[in-house]
């Protein structure tokens, strides 16, 4: 994977809701839909880019971009047409062609807007269909209903697009296994090349867990979650999706190749509030960074910025981190071990400079092999589709 | 040249801990120019680390300082500095042994405390003079009066001379150096005698080999001398003589009374016993030095490494300390849970505490300990006694006749306002009352018989928490006594785990039982698969919980922006891992192994 290369994949974060959904902890903002700044924020977004290009290793090419929020089928087509123009115009890979995603919520687009958005230039649409059932819709705080999302389904294939993803949350209270398995297959039989399907998971601060808290939403059960996984993968691979990550099922070539580039330790730039990116500088350092959540200030920041502002945690950029070797390393494991595929610590030890079957990872391997819950093949180390379940213990015996 | 004895004061600080004991030290030394304000580390008599940070000190150190007193002369002043804790009772007393006087340092805003009484009894059982001193008059808080009162209502010492002093701040410190020589006597001995020099302390140096600190008691002790340690009998040439004032230089020769560092290529410090007598050896021997006895731990725990490659590296680690450290004793054992490791033997708790934490912290290494035992003497039907300090070895019921358990006595200073819930701490632990009695109108000593084991249970944390950190305690081993003991085992999954197997009394046999697995329910980590955790006494089953298997442990999303939170979660997961030790296909942590302790009563 050519991490030390040029190539680059670019987040572009959309922090624009109508509503909050119940489960969501990411960075977004309700407004009405005729307050949203959509040129200003498309400016904003351009100028982000071209200072943050000032700081990157050259000559720039981009792999893909992806328009996630938030809502970003909230903004209007034009500006997202504005901001793909401008940003493929900084060059992409000769002879393949840039994958251009934006997340779209069912309620905030029909069939004219997904039109638009086909025509501006996007390639795939990931569309957030969550559920389909009417009370579990109602308790993730959607405002659509199932006729509606997988209607959305269909007029993107209508449209041409290239890419349809459709998301799925499951495991949720009171859902069964075979209930989980069965909206999985209803949404694989409208047609998307492509599902995530996300095990609910309830974060504190958000409506659902204070609901969960005061008693109004009963807890998950833990065992039906965990069969409900298990329930979804063989619902899905049995209709030929490849369970290619612990989330996502792709028809074979029609995986994200955004989030697989991520997932391969590829740098990606992150653009807009409340948006992270991992890049190479000029000087060969990587860093990670994280704009501050804040869209009015992030509105206001970008009229005058600079570039050395942006290598400063503390006002856009809230946060900054420079990943050494070892440091990314053990991400490249903990990302490479939620894939099928897994990650091959030989190659990516001669890629960092750094040791990857160290003799505390060849013992941890050992005694995860033993228990079915990692396979060695030559460098790789890969984690068995059923011993996802335990993902995150086995990725940190290994890290 | 050896100053002679009238010029020479030899006394030691004692102190109840954190009454100031290395403050005082540190004052001493540099009012008398020992030590110049640029050198000086914060109690710098404590060298090791590890005593700085817990503010103990561990093994004693010595320092000459040279004082011109009011009078114009110079007099030599060899401050002995004595183990401020309850373990090392011995050590403390050989200190003494080798002093004329001693200054009973006691926080005037606190008051005598356990250890206060207890090292002021040793010092006045030694004969020493012993030189009141209230601290910390600086603070607001201070009450000289009713210091005064309790030193001599309790510990039945004369205040009328008591020195008020701040070792912080400098306060009074000259007018101690000039009570050190006017009330301190000099050394008595005889200089032109046969020699003899008491061993009060010993450390291993990697160049010289093992080193004693002696006082000379009679006669002169001369470079080049050949001699003999009559406890042990062997005999050997001095190499090097020398003084520590503060740092070590060498003498020809020390005289009578005075007090310096012995070099001899000794090859151990096993071989230098505390309370030794040297002799000359060439001649026919003086009756030895009074109190020499061998030290014997109380205290024994196994110690294993977390990964079994590292047992070398252990073993290794415990040879170096025990040359610094003879009396903590090591021997090879194994377990069927932890495999090759050691078991190890202490003089105390807060003794077992610092070697492990040197083993962790000098050598770098992972372990696992098991919960604290005490020695037990099983007498067998057929009349053979064994003694046995590893609970999993105590032989099966049906051969066993009686057992003998070691028993304390305990002395606890607690304000009145605890009185209460400090006896009933000591009769939940099988404590029989010795006395009771009131050392002021607000504090009370109370003495107690227990059994060691039950001290060892989390006694004193248990004490501190029902007066709220106010009683202090003292205990010291007195005996042993018949008790009516079973063994409880405690199972995983069905096989027995034996580190975890425990000694209790018959009374609360099915509590403990009962309430070690509710504690290991907690402290086991879910795993992939259920995990039963059963106590048993005999063949009889008499507790059992299931730790639930973990059916998910995975995060659903991690995109860009979740990847450095996910990253610090899982190194904070593999942390957690890193005292874990894999028992058949559980993995137990550190933690459960001294599950006993922490079973509440």
């Known amino acids: 994977m050519a991490t030390d290369g040029t190539c680059t994949a670019i987040y572009v974060h959309f922090p624009y809701c109508v509503r909050k959904c119940s489960y969501c902890d990411f960075s977004s903002r309700p407004v009405r839909r005729d307050q949203v700044p959509h040129d200003a924020y498309a400016t904003a977004v351009l100028r982000e880019w071209s200072l943050r290009s000032l700081l990157m290793k050259q000559p720039i090419r981009s792999i893909s971009l992806y328009f996630g929020g938030g809502t970003p089928s909230l903004w209007s087509a034009a500006s997202i047409g504005r901001v793909i123009e401008e940003i493929s115009r900084s060059g992409s890979v000769p002879g393949d062609a840039i994958e251009i995603t934006v997340e779209c919520n069912p309620c905030s687009i029909d069939e004219a807007g997904i039109q638009m958005l086909r025509d501006v230039g996007v390639t795939r649409l990931s569309v957030g269909v969550q559920s389909l059932s009417a009370p579990r819709l109602e308790m993730l705080g959607r405002a659509h209903d199932a006729t509606r999302a997988l209607a959305t389904l269909s007029a993107a294939r209508r449209a041409g697009f290239a890419h349809v993803s459709a998301d799925l949350i499951y495991g949720l209270p009171g859902e069964s296994p075979a209930e989980a398995a069965s909206e999985a297959r209803a949404i694989a039989q409208s047609g998307p090349d492509h599902v995530s399907a996300y095990m609910l998971s309830v974060v504190p601060s958000t409506a659902l867990g204070r609901a969960m808290r005061q008693g109004a939403v009963s807890p998950v059960d833990e065992a039906q979650a965990a069969d409900s996984f298990i329930a979804v993968s063989d619902a899905l691979v049995g209709l030929g999706y490849e369970h290619y990550e612990v989330s996502n099922f792709a028809r074979t070539g029609c995986e994200s190749k955004h989030n697989g580039w991520v997932w391969r330790g590829g740098s990606y730039v992150g653009l807009g509030a409340g948006a992270v990116g991992s890049m190479q500088l000029a000087d060969g350092r990587v860093i990670r960074a994280s704009n501050s959540a804040d869209a009015q200030g992030y509105l206001e920041a970008m009229e005058a910025c600079s570039a050395e502002r942006l290598l400063e945690a503390g006002g856009v950029v809230q946060s900054l981190e420079v990943l050494d070797a070892e440091t990314r390393m053990s991400e490249r494991i903990m990302l490479g071990l939620r894939l099928a595929e897994g990650v091959d610590l030989d190659a990516v030890s001669a890629e960092l400079g750094v040791e990857g079957w160290t003799r505390a990872r060849q013992r941890a391997a050992r005694e995860l092999e033993v228990k079915g819950r990692l396979v060695r093949e030559a460098g790789r180390a890969r984690i068995p589709r059923h011993a996802w379940l335990w993902e995150n213990d086995t990725a940190a015996r290994m890290l | 040249m050896p100053s002679p004895p009238s010029l020479i004061r030899n006394f030691s600080i004692i102190a109840h801990v954190d009454h100031g004991k290395s403050t005082l030290a540190d004052r001493l030394l540099e009012v008398t120019g020992v030590l110049s304000e640029r050198e000086r580390v914060d109690q710098f008599l404590d060298r090791l680390p590890i005593e700085r940070e817990r503010g103990i000190t561990i093994k004693s150190q010595t320092v000459r300082l040279p004082y011109k007193a009011a009078d114009g002369t110079v007099y030599q002043l060899n401050l002995i500095d004595t183990p401020g804790h309850v373990d090392f009772h011995y050590?403390?007393?050989?200190?003494?042994?080798?002093?004329?006087?001693?200054?009973?340092?006691?926080?005037?805003?606190?008051?005598?405390?356990?250890?206060?009484?207890?090292?002021?009894?040793?010092?006045?059982?030694?004969?020493?003079?012993?030189?009141?001193?209230?601290?910390?008059?600086?603070?607001?808080?201070?009450?000289?009066?009713?210091?005064?009162?309790?030193?001599?209502?309790?510990?039945?010492?004369?205040?009328?001379?008591?020195?008020?002093?701040?070792?912080?701040?400098?306060?009074?410190?000259?007018?101690?150096?000039?009570?050190?020589?006017?009330?301190?006597?000099?050394?008595?001995?005889?200089?032109?005698?046969?020699?003899?020099?008491l061993v009060f302390d010993s450390w291993y140096d990697a160049y010289r080999g093992a080193m004693v600190m002696v006082r000379v008691v009679d006669g002169t002790l001369r470079k080049g001398q050949k001699i003999k340690m009559l406890a042990t009998g062997s005999e050997y040439e001095v190499v090097d003589l020398g003084v520590m004032s503060p740092n070590a230089t060498s003498v020809s020769e020390l005289g009578t009374g005075e007090v310096g560092y012995v070099a001899a290529n000794i090859r151990s410090v096993k071989d230098t016993g505390t309370g030794d007598t040297i002799v000359e050896a060439s001649k026919t021997p003086p009756p030895a030095l009074p109190g020499f006895r061998k030290v014997k731990p109380m205290v024994f725990a196994g110690i294993f490494p977390t990964d079994n490659a590292d047992y070398d590296a252990l073993r290794d680690a415990l040879e170096k300390l025990h040359l610094n450290d003879p009396a903590f004793a090591f021997e090879p054992d194994t377990s069927e849970a932890l495999g090759f490791g050691f078991r190890c033997g202490f003089l105390g708790l807060l003794h077992m505490e610092i070697v492990q934490e040197r083993l962790e912290r000098d050598y770098d290494l992972d372990l696992i300990s098991t919960a604290p035992s005490v020695m037990y003497r099983v007498h067998l039907l057929d009349g053979t006694v064994v003694e046995v300090e590893n609970p999993a070895r105590v032989p099966p019921a049906h051969k066993v006749e009686h057992i003998e358990e070691p028993l304390s006595r305990v002395v606890i200073h607690t304000p009145s306002a605890y009185v209460g819930a400090v006896l009933t701490l000591c009769e939940e632990r099988r404590g029989v009352q010795k006395s009771i009695s009131y050392s002021s109108t607000d504090r009370v000593i109370i003495t107690y018989e227990l059994p060691l084991a039950e001290i060892l249970f989390d006694f004193h944390d248990r004490l501190k928490s029902v007066s709220r950190g106010y009683a202090s305690m003292d205990y010291e081993v007195i005996g042993f006594g018949t008790s009516d003991l079973v063994k409880i085992d405690i199972l995983v999954n069905g096989e027995p785990l034996d580190a975890l197997a425990v000694i209790v009394h018959k009374d609360k046999s099915f509590t403990r039982g009962r309430d070690l697995c509710v504690k290991l329910k907690e402290l086991i980590p879910r795993q992939q698969f259920e995990v039963a955790v059963q106590a048993a006494i005999g063949s009889r089953v008499v507790a059992r919980v299931n730790v639930k298997a973990v059916r998910k442990d995975v995060i659903a999303k991690c995109y860009g922006g979740d990847i450095s939170r996910k990253r610090k979660l899982l190194e904070k997961q593999k942390k957690g891992k890193r005292r874990m030790k894999q028992v058949g296909s559980v993995e137990i942590p550190q933690d459960a192994f001294l599950a006993i302790l922490k079973v509440d009563n």
């Open chain 2, 91 to 197: 050590e403390v007393r050989c200190a003494l042994a080798a002093c004329e006087g001693a200054l009973l340092v006691v926080d005037a805003t606190q008051g005598v405390e356990a250890q206060t009484l207890a090292n002021a009894y040793s010092a006045i059982e030694s004969n020493l003079e012993v030189i009141p001193v209230l601290n910390k008059t600086d603070l607001p808080s201070v009450d000289v009066e009713k210091t005064r009162r309790e030193i001599e209502d309790v510990v039945g010492l004369s205040c009328a001379d008591a020195l008020e002093v701040s070792a912080k701040t400098g306060l009074g410190v000259g007018a101690i150096l000039e009570a050190l020589v006017s009330r301190v006597p000099s050394p008595k001995g005889d200089p032109s005698g046969p020699l003899r020099a």
